[in-house]
């Protein structure tokens, strides 16, 4: 009971004697009153907002108080300590402001927590940063038995080149926990990045008849772009000439031209395929008995490119066909008008590509015929075409 009353003689008097400070009395007072209604966060606020404009006794010793009922007893001893560092400042009553700090640090030392954040050999590497909650723990606090509030810390260790680690632990009242931090793992080194280099860009000038050329210097950074691959256009258009022979049902050779335009999609490409055929057809009629043949065609098929430089093709194709063809002498014309399915089975792709040979075969699905204009009832619906060609890319 005797020391109770001398405890609330001391904040009384410490409160009267809080200094020439009208803000900061006021907190005090504010404090005072929101304490005396049980609001306790509240009052340790205005504590701690008279505190920070000036550490008088009374201001510390009633904030240290506060915290205790907090049960921040961390905090609290701390600032028990700090009230006893100014028990000289009360006129007349040092001696017993100082026993009272004192005691009500030493009352509470024994029940407070404490932390322990453990920095193992294996984890301690260069540039190794601590931080608890955030806040930089201090190395030579470092495998220390700290005090500490009760509560749940964030324990983070980072360092340039490494994963960061973090420990998160709870400590509770009065409780001794110790917090180890791993072993960081390192980051894989990244190679430097390519120095600038320089690029030409050829480009024609002048107009027609001309013969100059300009080139640009452009300096960028990254590695170098490589040259395009000839044959190919940046747009990813490619387009070729071909030859392909083929031979008729009658023994006869039907020369041709073809013309192709691709796109490369996935494995291969898609491609159009315009085909011209021209021949000299016997007619059985002896050998002047002759006709000609005038074939054309337009095919669109997928390519698929398989390894070792072959590849398969198969689509669909339309065509039209005309003979003028001679029957006993009297000259009579033919016409088919065909749709067909076109296979590529077997084709060799060389350089880039740059160069392809293939056997193509075109199954006619259904053919329309005419004599001399007039329907032709004896027409075969099938038929079987097959050719060899050579197709070179130009472009």
Same mark, same amino acid.
């Given at each position: 009971?005797?020391?109770?009353?001398?405890?609330?003689? #001391?904040?009384?008097?410490?409160?009267?004697?809080?200094?020439?400070?009208?803000?900061?009395?006021?907190?005090?007072?504010?404090?005072?009153?929101?304490?005396?209604?049980?609001?306790?966060?509240?009052?340790?606020?205005?504590?701690?907002?008279?505190?920070?404009?000036?550490?008088?006794?009374?201001?510390?010793?009633?904030?240290?108080?506060?915290?205790?009922?907090?049960?921040? #007893?961390?905090?609290?001893?701390?600032?028990?300590?700090?009230?006893?560092?100014?028990?000289?400042?009360?006129?007349?009553?040092?001696?017993?402001?100082?026993?009272?700090?004192?005691?009500?640090?030493?009352?509470?030392?024994?029940?407070?927590?404490?932390?322990?954040?453990?920095?193992?050999? /294996?984890?301690?590497?260069?540039?190794?940063?601590?931080?608890?909650?955030?806040?930089?723990?201090? $190395?030579?606090?470092?495998?220390?038995?700290?005090?500490?509030?009760?509560?749940?810390?964030?324990? =983070?260790?980072?360092?340039?080149?490494?994963?960061?680690?973090?420990?998160?632990?709870?400590?509770?009242?009065?409780?001794?926990?110790?917090?180890?931090?791993? $072993?960081?793992?390192?980051?894989?080194?990244?190679?430097?990045?390519?120095?600038?280099?320089?690029?030409?860009?050829?480009?024609?000038?002048?107009? *027609?008849? =001309?013969?100059?050329?300009?080139?640009?210097?452009?300096?960028?950074?990254?590695?170098?772009?490589?040259? @395009?691959? @000839?044959?190919?256009?940046?747009?990813?258009?490619?387009?070729?000439?071909?030859?392909?022979?083929?031979?008729?049902?009658?023994?006869?050779?039907?020369?041709?031209?073809?013309?192709?335009?691709?796109? @490369?999609?996935? *494995?291969?490409?898609?491609?159009?395929?315009?085909?011209?055929?021209?021949?000299?057809?016997?007619?059985?009629?002896?050998?002047?008995?002759?006709?000609?043949?005038?074939?054309?065609?337009?095919?669109?098929?997928?390519?698929?490119?398989?390894?070792?430089?072959?590849?398969?093709?198969?689509?669909?194709?339309?065509?039209?066909?005309?003979?003028?063809?001679?029957? =006993?002498?009297?000259?009579?014309?033919?016409?088919?008008?065909?749709?067909?399915?076109?296979?590529?089975?077997? #084709?060799?792709?060389?350089?880039?590509?740059? #160069? /392809?040979?293939?056997?193509?075969?075109?199954?006619?699905?259904?053919?329309?015929?005419?004599?001399?204009?007039?329907?032709? *009832?004896?027409?075969?619906?099938?038929?079987?075409?097959?050719?060899?060609?050579?197709?070179?890319?130009?472009?």
């Amino acid at each position: 009971m005797t020391r109770a009353l001398l405890s609330l003689c #001391l904040l009384v008097l410490a409160a009267a004697h809080a200094g020439a400070d009208p803000a900061g009395d006021q907190l005090f007072r504010d404090g005072k009153a929101l304490l005396k209604a049980g609001k306790v966060d509240e009052a340790c606020e205005k504590f701690q907002q008279s505190r920070d404009r000036a550490a008088k006794f009374g201001t510390v010793l009633n904030l240290a108080d506060c915290r205790q009922r907090q049960g921040r #007893l961390a905090t609290a001893w701390e600032l028990f300590i700090e009230a006893k560092a100014l028990s000289t400042t009360q006129q007349g009553n040092e001696e017993r402001a100082f026993a009272e700090a004192a005691r009500r640090a030493n009352k509470i030392a024994g029940k407070r927590a404490f932390l322990t954040v453990s920095i193992p050999a /294996e984890a301690r590497v260069p540039g190794l940063v601590v931080t608890r909650n955030r806040s930089e723990v201090a $190395a030579s606090t470092w495998d220390q038995s700290l005090p500490i509030d009760p509560g749940s810390y964030a324990i =983070e260790a980072k360092a340039r080149g490494y994963e960061p680690a973090t420990v998160t632990v709870q400590v509770a009242a009065t409780a001794k926990v110790t917090a180890t931090v791993p $072993a960081l793992v390192k980051l894989p080194v990244e190679p430097p990045p390519d120095p600038p280099h320089e690029t030409l860009v050829v480009t024609p000038s002048g107009g *027609p008849g =001309e013969t100059g050329r300009v080139v640009n210097h452009i300096h960028v950074d990254g590695p170098p772009v490589p040259p @395009p691959v @000839p044959g190919i256009m940046p747009g990813l258009r490619q387009f070729a000439i071909g030859v392909a022979f083929g031979e008729t049902s009658d023994g006869d050779l039907t020369p041709g031209i073809r013309a192709i335009a691709q796109r @490369p999609l996935g *494995p291969g490409a898609l491609r159009g395929v315009l085909t011209f055929r021209y021949a000299r057809l016997k007619n059985g009629g002896g050998p002047s008995d002759r006709s000609q043949l005038f074939g054309f065609s337009l095919g669109a098929e997928y390519l698929y490119a398989w390894k070792s430089g072959f590849a398969s093709a198969a689509g669909i194709g339309v065509g039209l066909d005309h003979d003028t063809g001679h029957d =006993e002498g009297m000259g009579n014309q033919f016409t088919t008008k065909w749709l067909g399915a076109r296979v590529t089975p077997l #084709l060799l792709r060389l350089g880039t590509p740059r #160069l /392809e040979l293939g056997v193509h075969a075109v199954v006619m699905i259904y053919r329309e015929a005419k004599v001399n204009a007039i329907d032709d *009832p004896d027409v075969s619906p099938a038929r079987l075409v097959v050719t060899a060609a050579v197709d070179w890319f130009f472009w």
